[in-house]
């Protein structure tokens, strides 16, 4: 079990930060992250510290309005997982988000058990346009990408329903017009799937 402490990230803890991270982008897990933009945002970070005072996990809030975050960059080191830090961490983050007034909380994951158990549903990658626009775009693996879309209502109130179903009904409303112009571009698409 993880003791220690879960506190939000101080200046001197960059570049333990920073190696944590750029360990874990070789094998796709988390997205890089330079000194300089952990630095930038070290207010949305949070750490995991163990009882000799190392820093073994860490977890950061990015916020895209008022209302959305992601949460990213949840990394705990390998020797130590399977004993709490993970959840903790997240749960630090959850905390701040609320406190921030944010709606919703969602990520791009591979580790889908593990934001389920921390209450995390499955959703539809393209509810998050600004999330794909801002980091999928850029990525090797978009067209063969196979990271899951969870999210969490972390309010309890309406709010985060009403921006679920609005984002769901848009998110529909894009695919289907996207389905339209490709069958415009090439008729014998939509009578292929009529048939
Ligand atoms: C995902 C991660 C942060 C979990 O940290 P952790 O400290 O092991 O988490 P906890 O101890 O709080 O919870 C462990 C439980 O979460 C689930 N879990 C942990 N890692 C998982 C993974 N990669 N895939 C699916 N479920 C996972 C399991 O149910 C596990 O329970 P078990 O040990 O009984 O099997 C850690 O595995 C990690 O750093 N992974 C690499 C980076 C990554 O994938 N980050 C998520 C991207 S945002």
Redesign the pocket.
């Known amino acids: 079990m993880?003791a220690g402490v879960i506190r939000p990230a101080a200046s001197e803890d960059v570049p333990t930060l920073a190696d944590m991270i750029a360990r874990?982008v070789t094998?796709g897990?988390?997205l890089p992250r330079s000194a300089e933009s952990i630095r930038a945002t070290l207010g949305d970070w949070a750490v995991g510290q163990d009882d000799d005072g190392r820093v073994v996990?860490c977890?950061s809030l990015w916020s895209y309005s008022p209302l959305l975050a992601e949460?990213?960059?949840?990394?705990?080191e390998p020797g130590?997982?399977?004993?709490?830090?993970?959840?903790?961490v997240l749960q630090a983050l959850v905390v701040e988000a609320q406190r921030r007034g944010i709606a919703t909380l969602f990520?791009l994951?591979?580790?889908?058990?593990?934001f389920e158990?921390q209450g995390f549903t499955i959703t539809d990658k393209s509810v998050f346009p600004e999330k794909i626009f801002k980091d999928c775009q850029a990525c090797p693996l978009i067209d063969d990408c196979d990271e899951i879309a969870l999210w969490m209502d972390i309010t309890g109130g309406g709010l985060a329903e009403e921006l679920k179903r609005q984002r769901l009904a848009t998110a529909l409303a894009l695919r289907r017009a996207q389905r339209r112009a490709a069958d415009a571009v090439n008729p014998l698409n939509a009578k292929e799937i009529e048939r």
Request: glycine share 14%.
């Open positions: 993880s874990h094998s897990d988390v996990a977890g949460v990213r960059s949840l990394v705990v130590l997982r399977s004993a709490g830090w993970g959840g903790r990520t994951t591979r580790a889908v058990t593990f158990r």
